[in-house]
């Protein structure tokens, strides 16, 4: 049996997806990474609480580049095209 390879439109209905999948997982790290910036205005933070909100803005950071890219492709193939 062999496998078709994707067509376009079913790379862009897998991309939808993926959108979907990140901004769920991002949803709860975003959520821990305001509640450290929250304790860090109260008090200082551990080294190890502060190497775990190093390492969440860098995951956050690097899932926002991705999705910008990402969105980017989903709009150019639903923009209209020029006649």
Same mark, same amino acid.
């Given at each position: 049996?062999?496998?078709?390879?994707?067509?376009?439109?079913?790379?862009?209905?897998?991309?939808?997806?993926? =959108? @979907?999948?990140?901004?769920?997982?991002?949803?709860?790290? %975003? /959520?821990?990474?305001?509640? &450290?910036? $929250?304790?860090? +205005?109260?008090?200082?933070?551990?080294?190890?609480?502060?190497?775990?909100?190093?390492?969440? =803005? @860098?995951?956050?950071?690097?899932?926002?580049?991705?999705? %910008? /890219?990402?969105?980017?492709? &989903?709009? $150019?193939?639903? +923009?209209?095209?020029?006649?």
């Amino acid at each position: 049996m062999t496998m078709r390879k994707p067509n376009y439109t079913q790379k862009i209905s897998e991309l939808k997806n993926e =959108i @979907e999948t990140v901004e769920k997982f991002m949803a709860p790290k %975003v /959520k821990e990474a305001e509640d &450290l910036d $929250a304790l860090r +205005k109260v008090r200082h933070l551990t080294l190890e609480e502060l190497r775990h909100a190093d390492e969440l =803005i @860098e995951y956050i950071h690097d899932k926002n580049c991705w999705l %910008v /890219k990402a969105r980017a492709e &989903l709009n $150019a193939f639903y +923009k209209p095209a020029v006649a």
